[in-house]
């Protein structure tokens, strides 16, 4: 029986470490209304006690969750094997590939229509300035100003890295601070030297002038979207994630007390990144 017993657990051992071996870690930038347990729930369909009611798409289980507070850090960790691959959205993860040689594209998923939108700290000024950025984000839409920007820098963006955009300034007119990431390039992009650049320059520096208001650009990590907007450091944040399978007080990267402008971009395909094989 005591032989019995040690076989027994050699194998429950051996088993257990199979199973562990299965599970594919997958890397995410960091959500901030949600952990990565209960993310992994999410994926699979299952309820959480915040998120009863969804209509997300299920996927296979044998997947674990890491939250990372940018994307540097996340590559570094698919580089060390902390993780097995990494999802980001379709042109997010087609900007990575072209720009790293050690990574490539090993699965298409598709997923819910997700959106980016600009957030604000739900308070009196906070409303107001959301209220002259969505007016604007709007007329960039209903004029085509906002899908030829995303064509210069995002679908078609030509050679070599964009330009920061230079601001207009305007006398007399408040000064909004508004926090970028350089974590979505090349939608939120900022440059080697740590210059914002491209896309979230374009939009913003095109919004100014609707608005009649002056930007500074303040450099965050993506995980600190959230605080920079609560503290006050920020009068605004380039981008919250919005998934549609969720109602928009549910949302697993809107924390309680931000407020969204109008979306400005899209997605309904997430890209799986692993480390090429030698």
């Known amino acids: 029986m005591k032989k019995f017993l040690c076989v027994l657990l050699a194998l429950m051992l051996i088993s257990s470490c199979l199973y562990a071996a299965d599970v594919l870690k997958v890397g995410q930038l960091a959500k901030l209304n949600i952990s990565p347990e209960d993310f992994k729930?999410?994926?699979?369909?299952?309820?959480?006690?915040?998120?009863?009611?969804?209509?997300?798409?299920?996927?296979?289980?044998?997947?674990?969750?890491?939250?990372?507070?940018?994307?540097?850090?996340?590559?570094?960790?698919?580089?060390?094997?902390?993780?097995?691959?990494?999802?980001?959205?379709?042109?997010?993860?087609?900007?990575?590939v072209k720009n790293n040689d050690t990574v490539e594209v090993t699965a298409i998923l598709k997923t819910n229509q997700n959106f980016l939108a600009i957030g604000f700290?739900?308070?009196?000024?906070?409303?107001?300035?959301?209220?002259?950025?969505?007016?604007?984000?709007?007329?960039?839409?209903?004029?085509?100003?906002?899908?030829?920007?995303?064509?210069?820098?995002?679908?078609?963006?030509?050679?070599?890295?964009?330009?920061?955009?230079?601001?207009?300034?305007?006398?007399?007119?408040?000064?909004?601070?508004?926090?970028?990431?350089?974590?979505?390039?090349?939608?939120?992009?900022?440059?080697?030297?740590?210059?914002?650049?491209?896309?979230?320059?374009?939009?913003?520096?095109?919004?100014?002038?609707?608005?009649?208001?002056?930007?500074?650009?303040v450099n965050i990590d993506s995980s600190a979207r959230a605080a920079a907007l609560v503290s006050g450091r920020v009068d605004a944040v380039f981008w919250f994630q919005i998934d549609s399978g969720f109602e928009i007080d549910k949302q697993p990267d809107l924390p309680e007390g931000i407020i969204l402008s109008e979306p400005y971009y899209s997605w309904d395909e997430i890209y799986a990144l692993k480390i090429k094989a030698k």
């Open 121 to 217: 700290h739900d308070t009196e000024k906070g409303q107001k300035i959301k209220s002259l950025i969505n007016n604007a984000l709007i007329t960039l839409e209903n004029n085509g100003k906002l899908a030829n920007l995303k064509s210069i820098y995002i679908t078609d963006p030509g050679i070599g890295e964009p330009e920061p955009v230079k601001f207009e300034k305007f006398d007399n007119a408040e000064t909004i601070k508004v926090a970028v990431t350089g974590d979505m390039p090349p939608i939120d992009f900022i440059d080697l030297d740590g210059d914002p650049a491209g896309f979230n320059t374009a939009v913003l520096a095109e919004a100014a002038k609707i608005a009649g208001i002056n930007i500074e650009l």
């Open 41 to 96: 729930l999410l994926v699979l369909g299952i309820p959480t006690a915040k998120f009863q009611e969804f209509r997300n798409t299920a996927a296979p289980d044998g997947r674990s969750y890491k939250f990372y507070n940018s994307l540097m850090t996340m590559l570094m960790g698919l580089n060390r094997g902390e993780i097995d691959e990494i999802h980001l959205p379709k042109d997010v993860a087609n900007y990575v």
